[in-house]
């Protein structure tokens, strides 16, 4: 099955548009060095009007964080009205475990060898629920976590794929190119 998750939503006009277009997650992003990031505040302005406006059809609320402390997040979490959290920086197994299944990880990898780590790391830490990815695989970068527009290798997420049982491919994903990436991966 695939889902789509629309991220580095920051206005409300954004947020009503994707969820009115059939998004199955929205994605606010907490990274203060994103030049996506929104304060607690205007998360909670977003959530409550996707709560509001389309009550129990609406996307799944993920909140993307960056080298966070488990509390900072959990209280985000409650806070702003958000279903789970996407984790993108370094984040270790033992951080989701704490998080309690309401986390996902987000992984860069170089190479496909250093994915199939990750993937059999991160194995030990799935998410609760079963509308939260097992692992998002995203473009290397060396110095950003994510938002590049860069896309990891056919053959790097394949090979996740192949190990993870809900893949969520990230990066570089536009109307012009997304069926096929969806094609190549599986």
């Not at 998360?43 to 509001?52: K, L, N, P, Q, S």
């Not at 309401?102 to 199939?116: G, Y």
């Not at 060396?142 to 938002?147: E, H, M, Q, W």
Request: charged residues 20%.
């Amino acid at each position: 099955m695939v889902r789509v998750k629309i991220c580095g939503i920051t206005t409300l006009e954004d947020a009503w548009a994707a969820a009115q277009a059939g998004a199955d997650m929205i994605g606010l992003n907490f990274y203060t060095r994103s030049p996506r990031f929104l304060t607690l505040g205007q998360a909670y302005e977003i959530c409550a009007m996707i709560h509001t406006e389309f009550g129990s059809d609406r996307p799944v609320l993920v909140g993307l964080f960056v080298n966070e402390i488990v509390s900072n997040i959990s209280r985000m979490i409650d806070k702003a009205g958000l279903d789970c959290a996407q984790l993108s920086g370094d984040e270790s197994g033992e951080m989701m475990r704490e998080l309690r299944g309401m986390a996902f990880k987000a992984i860069r990898p170089r190479t496909v060898e250093a994915a199939l780590e990750d993937a059999a790391y991160f194995a030990n830490f799935e998410p609760a629920s079963d509308y939260m990815p097992t692992l998002l695989v995203d473009a290397y970068h060396p110095d950003l976590y994510g938002g590049t527009g860069e896309q990891a290798s056919d053959e790097i997420a394949r090979a996740v794929n192949e190990q993870t049982p809900r893949l969520m491919l990230a990066g570089g994903l536009n109307a012009q190119n997304v069926a096929a990436r969806v094609a190549a991966v599986q």
